[in-house]
């Protein structure tokens, strides 16, 4: 039994983690109205692994979502450099270590998937909040949630992407996202005062005043996600349109900036 539970480790950890940002319908449309799963439970879990030893007594969990199969919960966890994920069925009984993988796909070599479109032109980007020169020739839009945890990641790897280069300006559009029950307050009074600062604030887990306008930009950005098919954060377009879903490294990130 315990080289079984190696074996799943191996995969567990070797195999990278992949980036869901979107959640799947289910359960009438929405899994969370019927089924939760909150950070704390989560963590009791992994408190259990690591004292059966499980997984690594430095594993972190950095995210908890709806996996792409009904019926489990998925559980993205860190150790060091490297990432992998655990499900965990609605019953909270049962664990399943490594990656989902379709039957379907199975024996097949993988298709060549197309980058998803969206309209630049369609992005107001008056309404964003500009890091970088607005004289910057590269534009990239990136929708992000102060309380998701792979957008404050990337806000990271992009104030390094900034410190080289001065021909990209990033253009934030906030989108707070409904199962992050803070969010919505935090990104309103951010854009009440269109502040930087405040955004900076907020990805530090830092607290912020209390909003002092309408929550009008708010629902704004909101719908915008919604028009373009995004339902999940961090979610980046180059001016072409391309889309990138997720966390990206600075070197990375500079690299899809460029088309590579």
């Known amino acids: 039994m315990k080289n079984v539970i190696m074996i799943l480790l191996g995969v567990l950890f070797l195999a990278p983690l992949q980036s869901q940002a979107f959640t799947t319908a289910g359960c009438g449309g929405d899994c969370r109205q019927c089924h939760t799963l909150n950070k704390k439970d989560a963590n009791a879990v992994l408190k259990k692994l690591k004292k ?14 709806l996996s792409p199969v009904g019926g489990l919960w998925q559980l993205d966890v860190e150790v060091g450099q490297k990432r992998g994920t655990i499900y965990m069925d609605f019953a909270k009984k049962y664990l399943i270590f490594g990656k989902v993988v379709p039957v379907e796909v199975i024996g097949r070599p993988p298709k060549p998937q197309k980058p998803q479109k969206v309209d630049f032109k369609k992005i107001p980007l008056k309404d964003t909040l500009v890091m970088g020169s607005k004289k910057a020739r590269k534009k990239i839009v990136v929708f992000t949630d102060p309380d998701c945890s792979f957008c404050r990641r990337l806000h990271s ?22 199962f992050h029950k803070d969010a919505y307050k935090k990104v309103q009074a951010i854009l009440c005062k269109k ?12 607290s912020l005043p209390e909003p002092k306008c309408s929550n009008k930009q708010v ?5 915008l996600a ?13 001016s072409d349109g391309t889309v990138k879903v997720g966390y990206l490294t600075a070197d990375k990130l500079s690299a899809w900036i460029d088309g590579k």
């Open 52 to 65: 059966a030893k499980n997984i690594p007594p430095e594993a972190k969990l950095l995210d908890v979502k």
């Open 219 to 223: 629902e704004k950005n909101k719908a």
């Open 157 to 178: 790897e992009i104030k390094k992407v900034l410190a080289k280069r001065k021909d990209v300006a990033f253009y934030a559009v906030l989108f707070p996202l409904e």
């Open 226 to 238: 919604k028009k373009l098919g995004f339902s999940g954060t961090p979610v980046l377009v180059r």
């Open 195 to 206: 502040s930087l600062t405040l955004l900076d604030d907020a990805i530090a887990g830092k």
